[in-house]
């Protein structure tokens, strides 16, 4: 495979085969490698760095729901809906439960950002919205294939959570486990959602056109992880240009 | 008010006032009023007529979902979801828990229709389809608040079951309590769910103009239900042009 071109589907995989053309995608482009997660997990962000990274990331956090719901919008197999369903709950909570948006909101207070200016969505750079927006349209818009697979990213999450809450405990003394307590409850339940989405695309995905859309959609998934750390390299890192409006740490977090 | 003229806001409505003009149009137009649903309740329908209204009811039950979530893709609002998501999985059904749908399946079923072809959505007028369809676009691309108040015509559906199932029993002699599970869940679930719109649009129609949106949006709503038994009635009352390829009653049945 020659790093950057995209991999093509000449003939029908084998669902295993399927498998390892996902992971190679995600071995090469998954944001695991990205610049900004080696920085923040060798303990050299600002806290302003941390909470430029939090505040951005909630963003993407809250549109997740939506677009799980975009999703179920337009699955008409009942069996398909009560099974994403639980996403949207893991994420919104549901009766007594807290959801993962409620666990975020823990690491951006934990970080020191008010919980009302997270919400706010004011601080957010345009280009993270461009991306998430980016992502909630595309699975309202393409196959219902191509939205499942867009969710395979989170076959590679588990491994880069691990590292992150290590580096993250390890690198920042004002980062405790009660302030992740986000990543700790995906480590469980992103492997039952990956398990699942990756089986949907090896059952359904049955001409190489459509194995392809598979591939596809995960290229452009991590196309939008990947983006939104751009966004907050450029802004936050280097050169450090801040768009107007946008999050701005201050002095002494700097 | 004349009967066939829109109410038009022209200032500012208390919310009890909207409440009265929801209920205004609820009592012109809902459903309940269509010459089919007389035909119905007075038990002059044929066994076929009957298989053909619960037939093509059931693409309705099999698309709310998919409204529903339709409109969850579109709420920022996790609060807002975290209600919404009930319908769901009041249709869906969860767990060990069935739901709708399923008790809907117990009516066509027990009306002497095969399940799987009632699920392959073969024998379904295109008119019901288009209705139907209509209905989940709507509520995809029309403003949230028109989203929300398009399901009102919940408030008005108790009072159509309670009628319903009494007559049914009373005058269909194949019909019995078991097959109309489904009606009994909705006397529950309905008035929940169509309260919480109503103080949704109440809290969130500030303008005229809003208030506007909302009568325009049950307006629409009262047609998707209305054109579904207009469609019934051409294709299996009078003259009963059944359009080619929709479910045709057997002999012994009309």
Redesign the interface.
Known sequence: MNAGQRIRVSHLLRPEELEARLREIGAERYHARHPFHLLLHEGRLTRGQLQAWALNRYYYQ??I???D????????D?DL??EW?RR??DH???GRNT?G?ERWLKLTSGLGLDADYVRSEEGILPATKFAVDAY?RYV?DQSLLQAVASSLTELFSPGLIQERVAAMLRNYHYVDEKVLSYFEARLTQAPQDANFALAYCQKHATTPAAQQEVLDALYFKTGVLWAQLDALHFAYVTPGFIPPGAFVPQADDR
Chains 1, 2 share one sequence.
Do not use: E, F, H, Q
């Open positions: 809250s549109r729901p939506m677009k719901a975009a999703l179920m919008s337009r699955a008409n009942p809906r009560r369903i949207i709950t919104d909570g549901s959801g948006m909630v309202r």
